[in-house]
């Protein structure tokens, strides 16, 4: 066989197996259908995802506070006539939308937003679910699921019929990042806690994170931190990390999960969509991993400029484990660029991507785009091997994207 025809069959072979390969979505702020309106889906939903709704901003020609007074119909249909129809839809948020109707049977070139809101009217929360989930190859969807949310604490407390679909995570922001505001809530809701950060308070804020992480039978737990966080540094926050949180999660042997670079609200007329990104001294996660090797740190950064440094320490700490294309870097130029990266300096420990979907259809798209580019990027580095002689077989090509696709975060858990 010539080498050219050697090359096609092994492309062949790597896009196969990466196509059927099941998914387990890492991170997603999707809920199980039995969260009600917290799971969001259709058209509407995902017209106005933020990431679109910052795109449409770009266009628009009306103050903030009239299209926050819209109908979410309204606000869809202001966005569809700017981005898709005024505009072609190139961005990866756009073209999203369209490869997300394509797969589900809808004509898009027909351009009908009328015709395509009828179709969605009929879908039901359940049967929907697994299909979105059937065309995204996606097996299981781990959750944000927040506490501190006043929508969903309630279904937690009042419990729920559980969905082997979906898994649990539970995200501490407001505990670690709002304290002011937050310990008044814990002691509303029984928490012996002050404001002053007492031996008492953190006693009772690992008892909080005890009882909620059992509740909620969460893998891990998660925060999202500014750039300029520093560790060690005499904060409240800190405090409760040391205190509470590490020690918490040594206790439970739970990941603590860290999204380093978001800086909240630059422009908060844009609500959720305002929030901007900045480079993070990844200092302060080296004397994390250093300082603790019982912690496990799961970490995806958001500056692009980060992504280096961070493959490199994780080359220095095994109880860190680098996962996904995060929000900004969820484009196909810089998806590829991270996953190359990362297999040349860290090989296959590490969890390439996850969805980050806050609409349930958005899996569709946000997980064919990205096995697109894993596939490219693979089929480069077999060819690279084979080059040298080594062959590899389809076991071995099947084993490595599992790892890739939730395998070696299973076993950055478990370890
Ligand atoms: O990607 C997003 O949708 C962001 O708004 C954030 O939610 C981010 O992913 C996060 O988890 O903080
Ligand atoms: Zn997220």
Redesign the pocket.
């Given at each position: 066989m010539s080498s050219a025809t050697k090359d096609k069959k092994l492309a062949a072979q790597v896009e196969k197996i990466v196509a059927v390969t099941p998914i387990h979505d890492v991170?997603t702020?999707l809920y199980a259908p039995a969260f009600g309106e917290l799971l969001l889906y259709g058209i509407d939903e995902l017209l106005t995802?933020?990431?679109l709704i910052a795109e449409g901003f770009r266009y628009f020609d009306l103050p903030y506070k009239k299209f926050w007074a819209l109908t979410k119909t309204q606000q869809a249909d202001l966005i569809w006539d700017e981005l898709f129809i005024q505009h072609s839809p190139v961005s990866e948020s756009c073209r999203g939308v369209l490869t997300t109707l394509n797969a589900l049977g809808l004509d898009v070139k027909k351009r009908d937003l009328k015709g395509v809101r009828k179709w969605f009217a009929t879908q039901k929360p359940d049967a929907y679910t697994t299909r979105c989930m059937e065309l995204a190859g996606v097996k299981s969807i781990c959750m944000?699921n927040s506490p501190f949310d006043d929508l969903e604490r309630p279904v937690w407390e009042k419990g729920f019929s559980g969905d082997s679909r979906f898994v649990t995570a539970l995200?501490i922001?407001p505990l670690l990042l709002d304290w002011s505001n937050t310990a008044p809530k814990l002691a509303q809701w029984g928490y012996n806690v002050t404001s002053e950060i007492s031996a008492k308070t953190v006693e009772e804020v690992r008892r909080f994170l005890r009882e909620w992480s059992k509740r909620m039978g969460a893998r891990y737990v998660?925060v999202?931190l500014p750039p300029d966080f520093k560790y060690p540094a005499q904060t409240v926050c800190n405090q409760l990390i040391e205190g509470a949180v590490l020690p918490h999660c040594r206790e439970t042997g739970l990941p603590f999960a860290l999204?380093p670079g978001?800086t909240r609200a630059v422009n908060p007329q844009l609500k959720?969509?305002g929030?901007g990104v900045g480079l993070t001294d990844l200092k302060f996660l080296t004397n994390l991993c250093a300082q603790y090797p019982d912690n496990k740190f799961l970490v995806t950064i958001l500056a692009r400029e980060n992504q280096h440094e961070l493959c490199v320490l994780a080359r220095k700490f095994r109880n860190l484990h680098v996962f996904g294309c995060?929000?900004f870097n969820?484009i196909p130029l810089l998806i590829e660029e991270n996953t190359r990266m990362r297999l040349e300096l860290l090989g296959l420990s590490v969890t390439p991507q996850h969805s980050?979907a806050?609409v349930l259809d958005q899996l569709i798209y946000k997980w064919r785009h990205s096995r697109e580019v894993i596939t490219n990027v693979l089929v480069d580095k077999y060819a690279d091997l084979a080059r040298t002689g080594w062959e590899p077989t389809k076991v071995e090509i099947e084993r490595d994207v599992a790892l890739l696709f939730g395998g070696a975060f299973e076993k950055f858990l478990k370890g």
């Open positions: 991170h702020h995802y933020h990431y944000t995200r922001d998660m999202s999204m978001v959720l969509a929030d995060w929000w969820n980050d806050r």
